[in-house]
């Protein structure tokens, strides 16, 4: 009998979800697409963790999940790595447990930040196979529009559909995000159609619109009112109330700032004290929400 492979690595690696300190959508475009003028803030909480064994041959991918239904072939992190073993020929047979705390379905990028991990895995062990970063960039946008962004790692202005990046630091060292999950879940797809139907544009809006606003706000984020924005609130609460009132206890609660990430469900608020974000949190933990504290 042969002998059984030794894993040549273990490892543990953290895998951080996002929110946007920013959303402003444009019209639907005729590829089906929407331009977007979005501002990444990543957080290290809640966060996803991989636990992976690496084998000294080729192979395939083993992937498991604490997400039953998530442990499918279809999950970003398998089509992740056979999208780098197409492109690279570098396919080492390794065992991956997925952890899963980021909320799915949460508008906090948690399939896109596990993808990206997973690429950047690979590509920093494919020795002569590795992927210069814009490759890997585009191959990352094959998997996802807010994939390039877990790649870049850093908070960044994007525009296009998300993969034009400019790396923008927010001014908020020292600040605290309070993100609340509620268990509401508000689809993708869903939500961008609501949009559409819910506004119309005047007839040369395009392209224009984005580019205006993009330029006007690649300067350091502030908490004020302004720049505070994410175009899905008003379809999202019309048809999740609850998830305007997060919003509104939050602002109460003593949050210099209260926004909707990405589709949503989940809502953040951001504190310049801990102890302030703790009891906000505390106090909506009590309705049964999901909640996390992140430094920032």
Same mark, same amino acid.
């Given at each position: 009998?042969?002998?059984?492979?030794?894993?040549?690595?273990?490892?543990?690696?953290?895998?951080?979800?996002?929110?946007?300190?920013?959303?402003?959508?444009?019209?639907?475009?005729?590829?089906?697409?929407?331009?977007?003028?979005?501002?990444?803030?990543? $957080?290290?909480?809640?966060?996803? *963790?991989?636990?992976?064994?690496?084998?000294?041959?080729?192979?395939?991918?083993?992937? %498991?999940?604490?997400? #039953?239904?998530?442990?499918?072939?279809?999950? $970003?992190?398998?089509?992740?790595?056979?999208?780098?073993? +197409?492109?690279?020929?570098?396919? #080492?047979?390794?065992?991956?447990?997925?952890?899963?705390?980021?909320?799915?379905?949460?508008?906090?990028?948690?399939?896109? =930040?596990?993808?990206? +991990?997973?690429?950047?895995?690979?590509?920093?062990?494919?020795?002569?196979? +590795?992927?210069?970063?814009?490759?890997?960039?585009?191959?990352?946008?094959?998997?996802?529009?807010?994939?390039?962004?877990?790649?870049?790692?850093?908070?960044?202005?994007?525009?296009?559909?998300?993969?034009? $990046?400019?790396?923008?630091?927010?001014?908020?060292?020292?600040?605290?995000? *309070?993100?609340?999950?509620?268990?509401?879940?508000?689809? %993708?797809?869903?939500?961008?159609?609501?949009?559409?139907?819910?506004?119309?544009?005047?007839?040369?809006?395009?392209?224009?619109? $984005?580019? =205006?606003?993009?330029?006007?706000?690649?300067?350091?984020?502030?908490? %004020?009112?302004?720049?505070?924005?994410?175009?899905?609130?008003?379809?999202?609460?019309?048809?999740?109330?609850?998830?305007?009132?997060?919003?509104?206890?939050? @602002?109460?609660?003593?949050?210099?700032? +209260?926004? @909707?990430?990405?589709?949503?469900?989940?809502?953040?608020?951001?504190?310049?004290?801990?102890?302030?974000?703790?009891?906000?949190? *505390?106090?909506?933990?009590?309705?049964?929400?999901?909640?996390? @504290? *992140?430094?920032?």
């Amino acid at each position: 009998m042969a002998p059984l492979p030794n894993s040549i690595e273990e490892t543990a690696i953290p895998i951080p979800c996002k929110v946007n300190l920013r959303l402003a959508v444009g019209p639907r475009r005729a590829d089906g697409y929407h331009d977007i003028d979005t501002f990444f803030l990543p $957080l290290p909480e809640p966060a996803d *963790a991989f636990y992976i064994r690496r084998f000294d041959e080729p192979g395939a991918i083993d992937f %498991t999940c604490s997400d #039953p239904e998530l442990e499918t072939d279809d999950n $970003l992190v398998v089509r992740a790595y056979r999208a780098f073993a +197409a492109a690279t020929g570098f396919s #080492p047979r390794i065992e991956v447990g997925l952890k899963k705390r980021i909320p799915h379905g949460a508008g906090l990028g948690g399939g896109s =930040s596990d993808a990206a +991990a997973m690429l950047r895995y690979l590509n920093d062990r494919a020795g002569a196979a +590795a992927l210069p970063e814009t490759a890997l960039s585009d191959l990352a946008l094959g998997l996802g529009a807010d994939v390039p962004f877990f790649l870049l790692g850093s908070p960044a202005v994007a525009s296009g559909v998300g993969e034009r $990046l400019v790396p923008t630091d927010p001014g908020l060292a020292g600040w605290f995000a *309070a993100v609340v999950c509620p268990a509401s879940k508000v689809r %993708t797809a869903w939500a961008y159609a609501a949009l559409d139907a819910a506004r119309t544009f005047p007839t040369k809006l395009g392209g224009e619109f $984005l580019t =205006s606003v993009f330029e006007a706000n690649k300067r350091a984020f502030c908490v %004020t009112g302004a720049p505070l924005r994410n175009d899905f609130e008003p379809v999202v609460f019309a048809a999740h109330p609850e998830l305007g009132r997060v919003k509104e206890r939050l @602002l109460a609660l003593g949050a210099a700032g +209260a926004l @909707l990430s990405g589709t949503g469900s989940a809502v953040f608020g951001l504190f310049r004290h801990r102890h302030t974000a703790a009891l906000a949190l *505390a106090d909506l933990s009590g309705n049964g929400p999901r909640t996390f @504290l *992140a430094p920032l």
